[in-house]
Nanobody, 128 residues
Framework: EVQLVESGGGLVQAGGSLRRSCAAS????????IGWFRQVPGKEREGISC????????YYADSVKGRFTISSDNAKNTVYLQMNSLKPEDTAVYYC?????????????????????WGQGTQVTVSS
């Protein structure tokens, strides 16, 4: 059974930090890019970061660049999203997702259509 289990959400004050974890099981982790998305009620889900399975290359949306860092521990089949300098506008439900990545494709995608499996989503609330 494929599972992406997220942890590390919650409530934090502006300027604070949180670390999200996404633990994967049930598929060959090394063949999948992992992405982080977030969604605010009434808005489309936004791809904010991803990490490539082929070369470890990363992507960050402009809204989080310089504040968030994605990393992967392949031995633990887990991807992390370190979120620093959090702002109230970062408040959202955060999801991790896994998308199969062809060996000749070094780029992970920020588009949700490229992802096959999704975590349950966890609320992150940043108070001002």
């Amino acid at each position: 059974e494929v599972q992406l289990v997220e942890s590390g959400g919650g409530l934090v004050q502006a300027g604070g930090s949180l670390r999200r974890s996404c633990a994967a099981s049930g598929f060959t982790f090394d063949n999948y890019a992992i992405g982080w998305f977030r969604q605010v009620p009434g808005k489309e889900r936004e791809g904010i970061s991803c990490i490539s399975s082929s070369d470890g290359g990363t992507y960050y949306a402009d809204s989080v660049k310089g504040r968030f860092t994605i990393s992967s521990d392949n031995a633990k089949n887990t991807v992390y999203l370190q979120m620093n300098s959090l702002k109230p506008e970062d408040t959202a439900v955060y999801y991790c997702a896994a998308g199969f990545q062809s060996p000749w494709n070094n780029d992970c995608s920020e588009y949700e259509s490229e992802y096959d499996y999704w975590g349950q989503g966890t609320q992150v609330t940043v108070s001002s």
